[in-house]
């Protein structure tokens, strides 16, 4: 079974603050995802990767960027943490050719 | 652009029945994929059905089963004998096929109440 692990169920942060939120894949996927949820909205992609130290903006990139450095780890990275990123944020990752993704459990991220 | 709609914000159904959630979508393309994803409680995210729109068969998955209506852009979830461990938060999702990315497109998500 595909693993994808991210690193904190919870974090809280203040406002301004720099924030890691990090993901970790087993299965050697090309393909990592950021989403964000957010309630009557689904889930909307922030960025994605599709090899190290190649990534995409996703539909709504603004005010996050994204590291990925090795092939299972993509972290995504708020400069400047805003009470409007309070959220749960979802990692996926999905191999070539592959259409399902594999989601981790999301970190509930709560900026004061 | 594509769009998924989930028009049924909560829906709720007694153990041992059967429950349709609906799901809509919109896009000009032939070819895609459409998915049903469970997140329960302890919030990861499970595939539930998988359908591609080249298939023409409606994809099946023990209890869970689609109704996919490619001309009127459908694709509705039923679930068979209802059990406790279903409730959940439903979200359709939809693939293109020509997509570089394999990004999905979510819809609103329907949350499940299974009564015992």
């Known amino acids: 079974d595909v693993k994808v692990t991210q690193s904190s169920r919870y974090l809280v942060k203040r406002t301004g603050e720099k924030v890691f939120l990090e993901c970790v894949q087993d299965?050697?996927?090309?393909?990592m995802f950021w989403y964000r949820q957010d309630p009557g909205l689904g889930l909307r992609l922030i960025y994605f990767?599709?090899?190290?130290?190649?990534?995409e903006k996703g539909d709504i990139p603004e005010g996050y960027s994204v590291s990925r450095e090795k092939k299972e780890r993509f972290s995504l990275i708020l400069e400047s943490a805003s009470t409007n990123q309070t959220s749960m944020y979802l990692c996926?990752?999905?191999?070539?050719?592959?259409?399902?993704?594999?989601f981790g459990d999301g970190t509930r991220l709560s900026i004061l | 652009a594509q769009t998924v709609t989930q028009s049924q914000p909560e829906m709720s159904v007694q153990e041992a029945e059967t429950v349709t959630l609906s799901c809509t979508y919109d896009t000009s393309e032939s070819d895609y994929y459409l998915f049903w994803y469970k997140q329960p409680p302890s919030r990861q995210m499970i595939l539930v059905i998988r359908?591609?729109?080249?298939?023409?068969q409606n994809a099946t998955e023990n209890r869970f089963s689609v109704n996919f209506q490619k001309a009127a852009k459908s694709f509705s979830l039923k679930i068979s004998d209802s059990q406790l461990g279903d409730a959940a938060m439903y979200f359709c999702a939809y693939r293109s096929a020509f997509s570089n990315t394999g990004k999905l497109i979510f819809g609103q998500g329907t949350t499940l109440q299974v009564k015992p």
């Open positions: 996926a990752s999905r191999g070539t050719g592959i259409p399902t993704q594999h």
């Open positions: 299965m050697d996927h090309e393909n």
């Open positions: 990767s599709y090899d190290v130290k190649m990534k």
């Open positions: 359908q591609e729109a080249y298939k023409q």
